[in-house]
Nanobody, 124 residues
């Protein structure tokens, strides 16, 4: 059974920082893509950032470029999302996901393994 346990969300003021973590068990993704997605109320789930197996290739959505950083530790089967300069519009449920692929697509339909989500709320 594959599990992806997400943590690190919370309430933060605008301009603040949070670090999300997601650890997978039951399946390793050291040969695949791991990523972060988010979904705000009334909106579709969208790709935030994805990273390839080596950690050398990354994708960032335009709305987080320069503020968020994705990293991974294959020895721990864990992916991280460092979020700096948070804005109120970053408020959403954040999900991690993984898939066995070398293709750095970062779209929700491409991922088959999902974490339970962690809420990020940014206050003004």
């Amino acid at each position: 059974q594959v599990q992806m346990v997400t943590s690190g969300g919370g309430l933060v003021q605008a301009g603040g920082s949070l670090r999300l973590s997601c650890t997978a068990s039951g399946l390793t993704f050291d040969d695949g893509i791991m990523g972060w997605f988010r979904q705000a109320p009334g909106k579709e789930r969208e790709g935030v950032s994805c990273i390839d197996w080596s950690g050398r290739s990354t994708y960032y959505a335009e709305f987080v470029k320069g503020r968020f950083t994705i990293t991974r530790d294959n020895a721990k089967n864990t992916v991280y999302l460092q979020m700096n300069s948070l804005k109120t519009e970053d408020t959403a449920m954040y999900y991690c996901a993984g898939r066995k692929s070398n293709d750095l697509r970062c779209r929700p339909p491409d991922f088959g393994y999902w974490g339970q989500g962690t809420q990020v709320t940014v206050s003004s």
